[in-house]
């Protein structure tokens, strides 16, 4: 039993990651997850987790910046388990990492496409769902690229502030139907993304950097976002929680 009994949650990308520790813990919690992602394979496996912990689970693999198609795993998300109460706005690809004079019309387009695209589209094709029930929690995944910015991130940065700034205008905006809209911004987060660029020494590195010297788990970025998500967070509308061992502190 938990606070999210009875909740629906549609988490996108939650193959893998940040989305899938998101998934078990609010399935723990009491939550019914809709996984979301372009693998099947991982979607599969977050589904067991939700299961494993007494909930249901359901799989939507689809391209998050396909419109069409998020509109349709929506239509399948309610239909099934009646609602969606909880959107995470989690997948995304990693960043370019070169000079701003190297950013590319591809480079641009894929950031965009996924993190800006995704967000807006899927948030838009949930929220009529929450205002007819004059409730709903919203939680976009941004980063500290988003809120510091780095050096040699362009297209990252720009997409990961934009989906921040999206969520403060619908936090506003959403208001009036108590939905409640926040952001999570991740510092560095040990998983596959990070991995699958850094060898283990660059990322032994990179955690000096860190005021805690180590990056953080998913479930320590989990954690906040099901708070966000829960009655706790009622009052709690377009804020920002950035878990980052202090790293923008400094
Ligand atoms: P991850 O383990 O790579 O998970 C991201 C998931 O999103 C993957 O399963 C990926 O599928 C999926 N995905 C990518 N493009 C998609 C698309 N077009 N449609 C549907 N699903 C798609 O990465 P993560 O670290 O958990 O990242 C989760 C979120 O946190 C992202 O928005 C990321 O930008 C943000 N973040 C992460 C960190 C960090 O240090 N890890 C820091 C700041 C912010 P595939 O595996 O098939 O690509």
Known sequence: MGYFDGRTALITGSGSG????????????GANVIVHDLNRAGAEETAELVRKA????????????????MRNAVAE???QFGAIDILVNNAGVPSDRCPLEEVTEEMF??????????????????VPGMKR???GKIVN?????????????ATYNGAKAAVLAMAKGWAKELAPWKINVNIVAPGHCLTPMPMSKDSPETI??????????????PEEMGYAIAYL??????????????????????
């Open 204 to 217: 032994a590195k990179k955690a000096e950097g860190i005021p805690f010297k180590r990056y953080a788990q």
């Open 229 to 250: 998500c829960s009655p706790e967070a009622d009052f709690v509308t377009g804020q920002v929680i950035s878990p980052n061992g202090g790293y923008t502190i400094i």
């Open 133 to 135: 029930r004059m409730a």
């Open 18 to 29: 940040i989305g899938r520790a998101t998934a078990r813990i609010m399935a723990e919690r």
């Open 109 to 126: 387009e894929r950031s965009m496409r996924v993190h800006v695209k995704g967000t807006l589209f899927t948030t838009q094709a949930v």
């Open 141 to 153: 995944i941004s980063s500290i690229q988003g809120t510091v910015g780095y050096a040699n991130g």
């Open 77 to 79: 998300g309610e239909k």
């Open 54 to 69: 007494g909930r249901k689970a359901s799989v939507a693999i689809c391209d998050v910046s396909d419109i069409a198609a």
